[in-house]
DNA sequence: CTCCTGTCCTGCCGGC
DNA sequence: TGCCGGCAGGACAGGA
């Protein structure tokens, strides 16, 4: 799934295209994603103005003109592909949510494993939204940091790489991005969290940062089924360091060490345990 | 609490 | 060429 530099560039392309314009239909082309779709949603849509756009986590957030929120999240294979005034949206597979604009463009998610969702309600009540009560900061701000990291990591056993990768305790950090930062702080992704130094955990939250921002700049990655808004691909996986490589020279060490791929939690790391210690 | 596992769903890739 | 197992970016629920 996308994380967070994809949601991100998705979100973007989105502001783009589509703040300020009004909804002239939308339609519902399944009954479910993950969850339902919200009931009479394309109703609930039709002749609304989209106000704003923002980003909390993986989740992408449009306001509207009424004082409601459209929350999206991309799951693992979600896209949206946004279409022109002058292009025609010809239905392929799995574009399960459509959005059409007063001017002809519309806006298509279409998401193959169905592992996203599509939420509505009212602005104010998305903090307090289960799925949003217990978000951990988000990483490019500044109550991400060292000290509140190894405080939450205290006592802890599990993996930092599945640690970095709970969404209460930082959000926005996926497989890639948590194998990349890793690599890139030099901390071997099996430590128990809580036997991390505080100068590793500076190290950690300084890697995360550089990675994601690395990787927004770049548009994002592109795996299986990640575009760009456009339909463009990201750039970022060409500089992946490590997640894919297994077996391949470690660029950080010089000499022959190699990357290794081992399984945390059911999910692939990659890792050089030479330098990553 | 923390942890660990199973689960949702489809598509793609490599091996035989 | 075709079939099949394994694996894929997330994040929940539920049980130990």
New binding site residues.
């Given amino acids: ?3 967070l530099p ?1 949601v991100e560039t998705v979100m973007r392309g989105m502001a783009g295209a589509l703040c300020g314009q009004q909804i002239a239909a939308a339609s519902v082309r399944r009954k479910d994603l ?1 969850v339902p779709f919200p009931v009479g949603l394309a109703r609930k849509l039709s002749g609304r103005r989209i106000t704003a756009f923002s980003r909390r ?3 992408i957030v449009m306001s509207l003109d009424d004082g409601y929120v459209l929350v999206i ?1 991309l ?3 979600g896209r949206v592909r946004l279409y022109g005034p002058d292009e025609i949206w010809a239905a392929t ?2 574009d399960h949510f459509v959005i059409h604009l007063a001017d002809g463009a519309c806006a298509v998610l279409n998401d ?4 996203g969702m599509v939420l509505h309600m009212k602005a104010g009540a998305l903090p307090a939204h ?2 949003f009560a217990s978000l951990g900061p988000e990483p490019l701000e500044k109550d991400f940091n060292a000290s509140a990291l190894m405080q939450m990591a205290a ?5 930092v790489k599945q ?1 970095i ?1 709970d ?1 209460r305790i930082v959000v926005g ?4 991005y948590a194998c990349e930062a890793l690599f890139q702080a030099g901390i071997d992704p099996a430590r ?3 036997t991390l130094k505080i100068d590793e955990w500076k190290e950690i939250v300084r890697a995360v940062r550089a990675v994601l921002r690395r990787a927004i700049k770049a548009g ?7 575009r760009q808004t456009d339909g463009a691909l990201g750039y970022f996986q060409h500089q992946f360091k490590a ?1 894919g490589r297994a077996g391949e020279i470690c660029g950080a060490c010089g000499g022959d060490a190699k990357i290794m791929r081992i ?1 945390q ?4 790391t990659f890792y050089c345990p030479r330098h990553q210690k």
Wanted: aromatic content about 10%.
């Fill in positions: 799934m996308p994380e994809e993950r986590a993986k989740y999240h799951g693992m294979s597979p799995h193959p494993r169905r592992f289960k799925l006592r802890r056993i599990v993996p640690f990768m969404q950090v996926g497989n890639i128990a969290a809580g994002g990655s592109s795996l299986r089924d990640y997640y399984v939690g059911g999910r692939a």
